[in-house]
């Protein structure tokens, strides 16, 4: 059963604390994403990486951490730097294709996503 | 203002009719994509049109792009209760590197 998978659902942190949440995916995409959703809002980029030990600060790094040491799984760590947390978090990943000299990437599949809560 | 801005915010339609939402955007694109999030969950891609198409189908879906206007729009045909859900445009600019830009969403009830 191939898949995108976030884990826990639905995360709770003391104030201070560091949390780090769960993405793995076993579809073999080249490329993962960490989004944020705000209630009401669109998504906003956090990190991304496509490809292995390599990764980009999308956004809204600040107060994030991330590692991509296996292509399947790409951890994200909330840190007691970000001021603001509580949020839904997703993660995605997608496929890469060539285009003349350039390398895209294809549409992209999302996690069913966490949601982190400040206590 | 974002990248990908949709518009209306929220809609409200009778089970039956037709969703009309657009996009707009400011910059070069390669290609824009449509996703669809059912509350509390993952998004779910629905259709990507590239820079040099203009109109695109799935199903009940139709997608069409003016890049002259930087604008695109999703039409929902024939509506039904379980189109219930936020619509998302995304922009893979070409200035960007491989990443999507976001816009707010519009939330459609469909009323049964």
């Known amino acids: 059963d191939g898949g995108i998978t976030q884990s826990p659902k639905y995360l709770f942190r003391k104030e201070g604390q560091n949390v780090t949440l769960s993405c793995e995916q076993n579809?073999?995409?080249?490329?993962m994403y960490w989004y944020r959703q705000d209630p009401g809002q669109g998504l906003r980029l956090i990190y991304y990486?496509?490809?292995?030990?390599?990764?980009q600060k999308g956004d809204i790094a600040e107060g994030y951490s991330v590692s991509r040491e296996k292509k399947e799984s790409f951890p994200l760590t909330v840190t007691s730097a970000q001021k603001n947390p509580t949020a839904f978090y997703l993660c995605?990943?997608?496929?890469?294709?060539?285009?003349?000299?350039?390398?895209?990437?294809?549409?992209?599949?999302f996690g069913p996503g966490t949601r982190l809560t400040v206590l | 203002s974002q990248q990908g801005e949709e518009d209306p915010q929220a809609l409200s339609i009778q089970e039956g009719e037709n969703a009309t939402m657009n996009c707009s955007y400011k910059?070069?694109?390669?290609?824009l994509q449509w996703y669809r999030q059912n509350s509390g969950r993952g998004l779910v891609h629905l259709i990507l049109?590239?820079?040099?198409?203009r109109e695109k189908h799935s199903g009940r879906l139709r997608v069409t792009l003016d890049t002259s206007k930087k604008s695109s729009s999703l039409l929902i045909t024939a509506s039904r209760a379980a189109d219930t859900a936020s619509y998302f445009c995304?922009?893979?600019?070409?200035?960007?590197?491989?990443?999507?830009?976001f816009g707010g969403g519009t939330r459609v009830l469909v009323k049964p």
């Open positions: 910059t070069s694109i390669n290609n």
């Open positions: 049109i590239r820079s040099n198409e």
């Open positions: 995605a990943s997608s496929t890469k294709i060539l285009s003349g000299p350039r390398t895209r990437y294809n549409e992209q599949f």
């Open positions: 579809l073999n995409h080249d490329a």
């Open positions: 990486s496509q490809i292995v030990n390599d990764f």
């Open positions: 995304a922009t893979d600019e070409v200035a960007a590197g491989n990443k999507l830009t």
